[in-house]
């Protein structure tokens, strides 16, 4: 019952997104008064396919298993909050996730949307219409989520422990509402560019969509990282798989849109460069779902590979995409830019901040891509991987984090004041650093050397836009941004040291026998078999010193039965200074076991630089709310907000 | 706006599309050919691992006639199946040589007293250094070598009851 | 956690290689040897490095290039060595090869074009 009401749902809500788009036609032409009607089914397309995907969690908590969906997915056994997470943990129930944010994001834009001229407001309700259009019809054709099994199976087949871990179950969410939270951005961008009403308005209507969903996807991109650090026992962060790829390439988009809107919205410039971004954001993410659902690219992270329905997205992708690249050519000689900006400006550096993060964009794109056209053009097959993605994209994501420095300093229009000698402190710091690497570590790598260097030119740099008499009156959004380009620094630094500092030590030890591994002697006590819920394991007892006390970790080694498969959970000790992480692996003939011990100094500092970075984002976005609210209590604005916003 | 950047990324798009449409047509490979093919066969000596028959060398592959080098282990459950298409092979006159990989004596003598043993020669491979060499990635893979040493052909996975038309025409081929 | 699901079935019997699971005792060596082995892309679980795959051809790759190390082999050497046998799809790092060429020009494309499209927008002309 259940099941049906939420099918029929889904249909319902594919019917009103189809009347949203056909009424929005006449509507935005001006022969139909049709505003309140679209506005109305667009918040009931957003309750409808609320209710959907209310029904699909009550079956999986339920585990109605005459739903094939949960019958493939999910278990009686299962721990009651992965039952529910095993929602959105399949292909069918992320597709439901997807357009129920498309369709709830429509909703909320609807409703909140003031800044927006109306006829602009109309066509990007009816371009968010026209996107749910195609993933509704990919839904209830290719990936019915509530197909029912006849009759019930016993037992469902879902039981995989792997995808009962809180990281694996809870990020998916956390992305879908960045990735489609982008979908206002482009469907904005396409209203504005029918109706070629893009002006600073229609910046100030997109930032809050465009930095809410940029936040989700730093945060769930800065926690799939450590997930995948603490789960997957080789110690790494970033590994440049193309799923991983597929994942960064819309938050490079959006790091990009976010600092051109902020052109757009303060000197009505950079139009062309906004729309395209705006459009090229949300295109990413169709890029990025297609290419870890089809199985077009081999990643460690396969998912359930289906051509078939890896041709339908491909489809919609043709469609929507070049719809809206056909849409930007035809309109954007319409746009009229202003006169060009002075070289340093506040714009300027905005623009080479464009520039330098399109570029980075564009090198993984090439480089994810790379293989497959040289495969079908040459039939050749080649691999792109880390060492090509750090050696292009390293030094040009250092020259961008040494101009974020800067930008934020200079005045919009034309900067007058001597921008270089407020400078000279952050500037003496970076060369200090750079000396004491080349002191303490003759050996270094070049770009964990400029790694550190330009982090400490970044983070003395970052603070500056807050030395004005009292920083205290500064607004939120200036505090966000602080925050935010402060944490690319802490970021750098965990980075740096990750790459420059780790110590390994790779062994086959016997019960009894001491290694070292950095500053730490680590005694190895033996293995001793264990059980938890599921499984059986085999843990080794490690007592780790480096001077006073020792500590004792246990990695293990996790015994599977249904289905047959081990994984290695490491135990890993965090300190102000770094992190100790242990792994465990198999028995040697010899009676030793392999060990695996590493010693990461500051490498926590990676994530807390992801996680600042969000933070700062969220400010300016409380920033912005209330100084919205604010203004529309108060018209006058205090001289100095023109200077650093 | 010049007409160039305007309309740049909807080529671009076409062209993305054209590679996916592509590559969603043609299936993806995954297996790692051996770039061996045309080269003469590295030189190496492995020692026998059982009793009755001798280890083998790459001098043994440059006698005057093709000859078939399947690259299996008792571990390897194809391989079961394919002795028996090798058999086969063996009674149309072909000369079959084995490289048993990260194999012991014991459970090597026990799978081919159970399934067949076509092979004049085995040569044991403890560590896969031998089939590193050749360029093999897996069991079972087999080669052609013909008569002075050179590799001909590479064939990925077991050899089927269908492909031993295919095999005899490239042995003969390789004369 | 084990990504690579074949490891588990087609498991061989006989322990790994001496130098899979060891590192060799000149610090400089290891270094160079574990450096090339995050570059050299695992036969059987193809999303990984052959220093980070479980499978046991990976192990027996980790102990030849440590052993060819230590017998005093450049890096460059062993690799190309292995791409002589696999061909560059071994490598993570693209070769100089021909077909690898446009990786490298790419971005400086990128960049040019980039340079262009927005030399119209600064304008280096002093304003009085």
């Keep these: 019952m259940i099941a049906e009401l939420g099918l029929a749902a889904l249909w319902l809500a594919a019917g009103l997104a189809a009347l949203q788009l056909l009424l929005s036609i006449p509507t935005v032409r001006g022969s139909v008064d049709g505003a309140g009607t679209i506005r109305a089914v667009a918040v009931l397309q957003g309750i409808l396919t609320l209710t959907a995907f209310a029904a699909l969690l009550v079956v999986f908590a339920r585990t109605d298993l005459s739903v094939a969906l949960v019958f493939e997915n999910s278990h009686s056994a299962k721990p009651f909050i992965y039952k529910v997470a095993g929602a959105w943990g399949n292909h069918e129930g992320s597709m439901l996730l997807w357009v129920t944010v498309l369709a709830v994001a429509g909703a909320v834009f609807a409703v909140l949307a003031r800044r927006t001229g109306e006829r602009t407001l109309i066509a990007a309700l009816g371009a968010q219409a026209a996107l749910g259009l195609g993933f509704y019809a990919f839904l209830l054709i290719a990936s019915n989520p509530f197909a029912r099994l006849d009759p019930a199976p016993l037992e469902g087949k879902g039981l995989n422990p792997l995808l009962q871990d809180p990281g694996l179950a809870f990020r998916p969410p956390t992305l879908y509402l960045g990735y489609v939270g982008l979908s206002i951005a482009f469907s904005l961008a396409v209203g504005a560019l029918v109706t070629t009403e893009v002006d600073s308005r229609l910046a100030r209507a997109m930032r809050p969509w465009v930095l809410g969903a940029w936040i989700l996807l730093t945060l769930g991109i800065t926690a799939g990282s450590y997930w995948a650090y603490y789960e997957l026992g080789w110690g790494g962060f970033w590994f440049w798989d193309p799923v991983e790829n597929a994942s960064l390439m819309p938050w490079l988009a959006a790091t990009a849109l976010l600092h051109s809107i902020n052109v757009l919205a303060a000197r009505a410039a950079l139009k062309a460069w906004t729309m395209m971004l705006a459009v090229l954001a949300f295109s990413m993410s169709m890029v990025g779902t297609f290419l870890v659902r089809s199985g077009v690219l081999t990643s460690v992270h396969a998912f359930a590979i289906d051509p078939e329905r890896g041709t339908f997205l491909l489809a919609l992708l043709a469609i929507y995409v070049g719809a809206a690249f056909v849409l930007f050519a035809v309109r954007a000689p319409r746009l009229r830019e202003g006169a060009p900006f002075e070289l340093v400006s506040r714009e300027s550096g905005l623009v080479i901040n464009n520039l330098l993060l399109t570029v980075i964009l564009g090198i993984v794109f090439v480089g994810t891509l790379y293989p497959l056209f040289v495969e079908a053009i040459t039939g050749e097959k080649l691999s792109v991987g880390a060492p090509y993605f750090n050696a292009v994209a390293g030094p040009l994501a250092l020259l961008l984090a040494a101009l974020v420095g800067i930008g934020p300093l200079l005045s919009w229009r034309r900067e007058r004041r001597p921008v270089l000698k407020r400078l000279t402190v952050p500037a003496l710091l970076g060369l200090t650093a750079l000396v004491i690497t080349v002191v303490l570590s003759p050996h270094l790598a070049i770009l964990p050397r400029l790694g550190f260097t330009v982090a400490a030119f970044l983070a003395a740099a970052a603070p500056l836009p807050l030395t004005v008499r009292n920083p205290l009156r500064a607004p939120l959004a200036t505090w966000g941004m602080v925050v935010s380009h402060f944490g690319i620094a802490v970021a750098l630094v965990g980075m740096a040291a990750n790459g420059a500092f780790t110590s390994e030590r790779l062994a086959v030890a016997r019960p009894g026998q001491q290694l070292t591994v950095g500053p730490w002697t680590v005694a190895f006590d033996g293995v001793t078999p264990t059980a938890g819920k599921n499984f059986t394991a085999l843990e080794a007892e490690l007592r780790a010193s480096r001077g006073e006390g020792a500590i004792i970790l246990r990695p293990q080694t996790h015994y599977f039965s249904d289905p047959p498969m081990e994984t290695s959970e490491a135990a890993i000790r965090t300190f102000w200074n770094g992190q100790l992480y242990t792994v465990v692996g198999r028995e040697d003939p010899s009676g030793g076991w392999q060990l695996r011990l590493w010693w990461k100094p500051f490498v926590t500092l990676i994530w807390a630089g992801g996680a600042l970075i969000a933070i700062g984002g969220a400010l300016a976005l409380l920033g912005r709310a209330l100084g919205g609210w604010r203004s529309l209590r108060r018209r006058s604005a205090p001289d100095w907000r023109e200077r650093y916003i | ?175 | 956690m084990l990504l690579c699901p074949i490891v588990a079935t087609a498991d061989s019997n006989l322990p790994p290689a001496y130098w899979s699971n060891r590192q060799l005792p000149d610090p400089r060596q290891e270094a160079r040897a574990d450096a090339l082995m995050q570059e050299i892309r695992c036969l059987v679980c193809q999303g990984q490095s052959i220093a980070d795959s479980d499978a046991e051809l990976a192990g027996d790759m980790r102990d030849l290039v440590r052993r060819r190390i230590a017998q005093g082999q450049s890096p460059d050497q062993v690799r190309s060595w292995l791409i002589q046998r696999y061909g560059s799809w071994i490598s993570y790092r693209p070769t100089s090869e021909p077909a690898a060429w446009p990786l490298w020009i790419a971005p400086l494309v990128l960049l040019g074009t980039g340079a262009i499209l927005i030399r119209r927008r600064i304008s280096t002309r002093r304003r009085p």
Excluded at chain 2, 18 to 34: E, F, I, M, Q
Excluded at chain 2, 51 to 70: E, H, I, M, W
Excluded at chain 2, 118 to 124: A, M, V
């Design chain 2, 1 to 175: 706006m010049s007409r160039a950047a305007r309309f740049a990324p909807l080529i671009l798009l076409v062209l993305l599309l054209a590679g996916l449409v592509w590559r969603l047509a043609t299936p993806v490979d995954t297996d790692v050919h051996s770039r061996l093919e045309g080269q003469p066969v590295p030189a190496f000596t492995l020692a026998p691992i059982l009793p009755g028959k001798p280890g083998l060398a790459s001098a043994d592959l440059a006698t005057g006639r093709p000859r078939l080098v399947n690259v299996f282990a008792s571990w390897c459950v194809p391989c079961v199946t394919e002795i028996g298409v090798l058999e086969q092979l063996q009674a149309k006159g072909v000369a079959i040589d084995g490289i048993a990989v990260r194999d012991q004596p014991q459970a090597l003598a026990a799978f081919l007293a159970r399934n067949g043993n076509p092979y004049e020669r085995i040569g044991s491979d403890p560590q896969s250094q031998i089939q590193i060499d050749l360029g093999s990635s897996g069991v079972p893979e087999s080669f052609i070598v013909d008569g002075r040493g050179i590799i001909r052909y590479q064939q990925i996975g077991p050899i089927e009851a269908s492909d031993v038309p295919m095999i005899l025409a490239r042995l003969e081929a390789a004369k």
